[in-house]
Nanobody
Framework: QVQLVESGGGLVQTGGSLRLSCAAS????????MGWFRQAPGKEREFVAT????????FYADSVKGRFTISRDNARNTVYLQMDSLKPEDTALYYC?????????????????WGQGTQVTVSS
């Protein structure tokens, strides 16, 4: 199993930056593909970015491509989401998730473990 704890959320102005971290514990982290998702009030949880177990492959939602960067440090059991050029529409609760499946996945149902989330609020 993998346990996940997100941190780094907060309030930022439009155009600002934040770096989210997801600390993982459990023996399978280094073998897991990891993802970031977000959920705004009244909306469904949506895919943001994903990274392969080795860090060699990444994939992004169109809405964040070119502004967000996902990375991981397997020695520290941590995955990151660097968010730049933030917009008010990026406001949401951001979740880290781990998948035991092969290939990068974008569906919520493809992820087996979830953190509790960290709030990101972008003011206009």
């Amino acid at each position: 199993q993998v346990q996940l704890v997100e941190s780094g959320g907060g309030l930022v102005q439009t155009g600002g930056s934040l770096r989210l971290s997801c600390a993982a514990s459990g023996r399978t982290f280094r073998a897991s593909n990891m993802g970031w998702f977000r959920q705004a009030p009244g909306k469904e949880r949506e895919f943001v970015a994903t990274i392969s177990w080795s860090g060699g492959s990444t994939f992004y939602a169109d809405s964040v491509k070119g502004r967000f960067t996902i990375s991981r440090d397997n020695a520290r059991n941590t995955v990151y989401l660097q968010m730049d050029s933030l917009k008010p529409e990026d406001t949401a609760l951001y979740y880290c998730a781990a998948s035991d499946r092969d290939r990068l996945r974008v569906r919520v149902t493809s992820y087996d473990y979830w953190g509790q989330g960290t709030q990101v609020t972008v003011s206009s």
